[in-house]
């Protein structure tokens, strides 16, 4: 059983930076894929960033490619979501979650966190 736990949200304008901080409580096995999801009001959860269990592989959605970076640190049992030149189209409530399969489906990831708000103000 792996519980994750997000920090790091807040409000922010538009250009600036966040950096998101996912801890599991227990140790995330390599085996892992850990991914970053978002949901925006009125609007289907949608994938933002996924990386392999040793983080050697990163995926990106379009509409943050180069301007997000996700990274772990198996040690520390965390997952870092770095957030630059951010837009107010990236408001939403931002989640990570864990899962056994590379997918950028939600529904291959078994834990989940509960989610922080990030809000940008243009």
């Known amino acids: 059983q792996v519980q994750l736990a997000e920090s790091g949200g807040g409000l922010v304008q538009a250009g600036g930076s966040l950096r998101l901080s996912c801890a599991a409580s227990?140790?995330?096995?390599?085996?892992?894929?850990m991914g970053w999801f978002r949901q925006a009001p009125g609007k289907e959860r949608e994938f933002v960033a996924r990386?392999?269990?040793?983080?050697?592989?990163?995926v990106y959605a379009d509409s943050v490619k180069g301007r997000f970076t996700i990274s772990r640190d198996n040690a520390k049992n965390t997952v870092y979501l770095q957030m630059n030149s951010l837009k107010p189209e990236d408001t939403a409530v931002y989640y990570c979650a864990a899962g056994l399969s590379w997918s950028a489906d939600a529904r291959s990831y078994n834990y989940w966190g509960q989610g922080t708000q990030v809000t940008v103000s243009s």
């Open positions: 227990g140790r995330i096995s390599i085996v892992y894929t």
């Open positions: 990386i392999t269990g040793s983080g050697s592989s990163t």
